[in-house]
C-alpha cells in the first residue's frame, strides 16, 4: 500500500482576516483573537496548569495542529509557571502548514 502524499493546508483568510481552511469550509479560530481562543479553550478548559503543577513530567497529545496555537499558548503558560519538570507536546496534522505561509499567519 502506498501512502498518501503529504497535502500542506493552504494560505486563505476570510473576509474579516481570520485564516480559513478551504479543504474544510472552517475558520481556524475566531476573528477575536487565537491565542486568547487557546488559552480559554484549551489551557483553561484542560484545567491544565492545576494538573502539570508539581509534575516531573507532562504529556500532550493534540489532533489538529492548525496554526500551533494551542502549542504556543501551553509552552507560555509552562514556562512561566516555572515547572522544574518537562514538557512533552506531541501534536499531529493531516495539512500542516508549510513554513513561510505559518510564518506569515502567526506573524500579526
Known sequence: ???????PAE???????????RIYDDVYHTAHGGLAQARHV???????????HGADRFVICETGFGLGLNFLATWQAWRESQVSG?????SVEKHPFRRDDLAGLLAP
Open 1 to 7: 500500500m502506498t501512502p498518501s502524499p503529504l497535502v
Open 42 to 52: 484549551f489551557l483553561a478548559g484542560n484545567d491544565l496548569a492545576a494538573r502539570w
Open 11 to 21: 494560505r486563505a483568510e476570510a473576509g474579516d482576516g481570520t485564516p480559513f481552511s
Open 86 to 90: 518537562r514538557l512533552h507536546y506531541v
